[in-house]
T-cell receptor
Framework: AQSVTQLGSHVSVSEGALVLLRCNYS??????LFWYVQYPNQGLQLLLK??????LVKGINGFEAEFKKSETSFHLTKPSAHMSDAAEYFC???????????FGTGTRLQVTL | DAGVIQSPRHEVTEMGQEVTLRCKPI?????LFWYRQTMMRGLELLIY????????DSGMPEDRFSAKMPNASFSTLKIQPSEPRDSAVYFC????????????FGSGTRLTVV
């Protein structure tokens, strides 16, 4: 079985500051890891994913995440926050033969002036 | 491709009424998922299908909920009878067999039961 823990249900940063959203996972097999973003009144949109290969993955809107097996982490970062980044972010893990994603509880990102 | 299409976008119904939510997955996707999102419980997987066959319905809250996928291009989630605690946003998502692809979500149906 797999699970995801997102540290911090709410994160607030100033515009232009570094964004760091934390995600730790648990999986009995090599995981596939994902970050999704949800804007108000919308569905979830894939931001980036790690499957195999390079451990630093880049996504849309300037976000990136690094898979660290030793730390079982997949934290999401962006060097400079923009007001439009305000949204809820979900980390997810997939493992095993079923194509089922297990989502974290989400982190709401607030960006202030 | 138009993406995953859900209808209706909003539904307001009275307690005790039957509610049917609809989903059209992306053509060629062989997995379909139904999720429910609430403030209290977050994102919950209700049921998922592979090649139109229900694989895991352990997330369906009770017998009032049922889901079908009569063909590869259509699925329904039915609640009968509906209750106020069923008020939530219901999402449908689809994906290819490869688990590395990730899901594509629909825009959701906001259900309000009064």
């Amino acid at each position: 079985a797999q699970s995801v823990t997102q540290l911090g249900s709410h994160v607030s940063v100033s515009e232009g500051a570094l964004v760091l959203l934390r995600c730790n996972y648990s999986s009995s097999v090599p995981p596939y890891l994902f970050w999704y973003v949800q804007y108000p009144n919308q569905g979830l949109q894939l931001l980036l994913k790690y499957t195999t290969g390079a451990t630093l993955v880049k996504g849309i809107n300037g976000f990136e995440a690094e898979f660290k097996k030793s730390e079982t982490s997949f934290h999401l970062t962006k060097p400079s926050a923009h007001m439009s980044d305000a949204a809820e972010y979900f980390c997810a893990v997939s493992a095993g033969t079923a194509s089922k994603l297990t989502f974290g509880t989400g982190t709401r990102l607030q960006v202030t002036l | 491709d138009a993406g995953v299409i859900q209808s209706p976008r909003h539904e307001v119904t009275e307690m005790g009424q039957e509610v049917t939510l609809r989903c059209k997955p992306i053509s060629g996707h062989d997995y379909l998922f139904w999720y429910r999102q609430t403030m209290m419980r977050g994102l919950e997987l209700l049921i998922y299908f592979n090649n139109n066959v229900p694989i895991d319905d352990s997330g369906m809250p009770e017998d009032r909920f049922s889901a079908k996928m009569p063909n590869a291009s259509f699925s329904t989630l039915k609640i009968q009878p509906s209750e106020p605690r069923d008020s939530a946003v219901y999402f449908c998502a689809s994906s290819f067999s490869s688990q590395g692809v990730g899901y594509t979500f629909g825009s959701g149906t906001r259900l309000t039961v009064v």
